[in-house]
């Protein structure tokens, strides 16, 4: 990400009148933070915002301003096509079949293929909301209160609440420099983190009791039919990857979801010194060295 690269996107931010923004498949608040911390930050300039993420909003993050915007798929002509936290295309979902390359790639994911025609990918950045955080002042865009809220959340979920070992004190002073544009840190680290619908926690029933480990290797799979007996909407693991990755004598941890008959998401997560970005990348997958995650197209037996 330099200089160039920042100009040209600010200029052809600039001139568009009509922009769409799109994140990925399964979201997490990063997806969301960035998707609705950029889509605000333009409308708050005066530009036409199309949003746009393929599964919707989970839940917990419905309460971020903007959140009721966001549509499953894209509509209309746009002037500008920005993805936001994907590492590939095809972590879009499909949305963009009917549309020409991407203008605008932001992310952090090392594993990320430069897909659009500027690429501005930070692989050292805690989340893409961070990258986003320094990039739309040069952009000249406004971090209103409800930007700073979307940025801060994408902040906190990505660092597990500035635990993960790649937290930096710049990341920390960021956190506090959206706090002073009016996000309030205390609430959006109890939704995004900590708070679960009665329905999440019935998922993590369910995969905890099927937890196995081999060594220092934990796992778990979660089925269709446990997501239909918890009435989960949500086609990821509920977030139960981190609950398996805070087990003491555990260095990796794996979430197996079992999407339809021939079709399953899987979810790594490391301890510092294992890459399982490259076991990912082996699946068609990608993420980071800490956590990672690929789509494979096999029942969930196999």
């Not at 096509?81 to 790639?105: F, H, K, Q, W």
């Not at 680290?189 to 708070?195: A, D, I, T």
């Not at 010194?273 to 699946?283: E, P, T, W």
């Amino acid at each position: 990400m330099d200089s160039k690269s920042i100009r040209q996107a600010a200029e052809r931010l600039d001139a568009a009148q009509r922009v769409l923004v799109v994140c990925h498949l399964r979201p997490d608040g990063d997806a969301i933070g960035s998707l609705l911390g950029l889509g605000l930050a333009l409308q708050a300039a005066g530009k036409t915002v199309q949003l746009v993420c393929p599964d919707g909003v989970p839940g917990n993050f419905r309460h971020l301003e903007g959140s009721r915007q966001v549509v499953e798929r894209a509509s209309g002509g746009f002037d500008a096509i920005c993805v936001v936290d994907c590492s590939d295309m095809r972590r879009t979902g499909g949305v963009l079949e009917n549309y020409p390359e991407a203008d605008i790639n932001i992310d952090h994911h090392i594993t990320n293929l430069n897909f659009a025609a500027i690429n501005l990918v930070d692989a050292h950045a805690v989340s893409t909301t961070q990258i986003l955080a320094k990039l739309l002042p040069e952009f000249g865009l406004p971090v209103t209160q409800a930007v700073a809220a979307a940025l801060l959340t994408g902040l906190v979920t990505d660092t597990i609440g500035f635990r993960t070992p790649n937290t930096t004190p710049e990341a920390l002073r960021l956190a506090a420099e959206l706090m002073e544009h009016g996000a309030n840190l205390a609430e959006l680290y109890q939704r995004g983190l900590v708070g679960r619908s009665f329905a999440a926690t019935r998922m993590w029933a369910a995969g905890l009791t099927r937890l196995e480990r081999q060594g220092r290797i934990a796992w778990s799979t979660l089925t269709r039919q446990d997501r239909e007996a918890a009435g989960y909407h949500g086609k990821d693991d509920a977030d139960l990857i981190n609950i398996l990755s805070a087990i003491e004598d555990i260095e990796v941890a794996i979430v197996i979801v079992e999407q339809s008959q021939t079709r399953v998401k899987v979810s790594w997560r490391a301890r510092p010194g294992i890459d399982v970005a490259q076991v990912a990348l082996q699946f068609g997958g990608g993420g980071h060295p800490a956590a990672a995650g690929a789509e494979i197209k096999l029942p969930l037996a196999d």
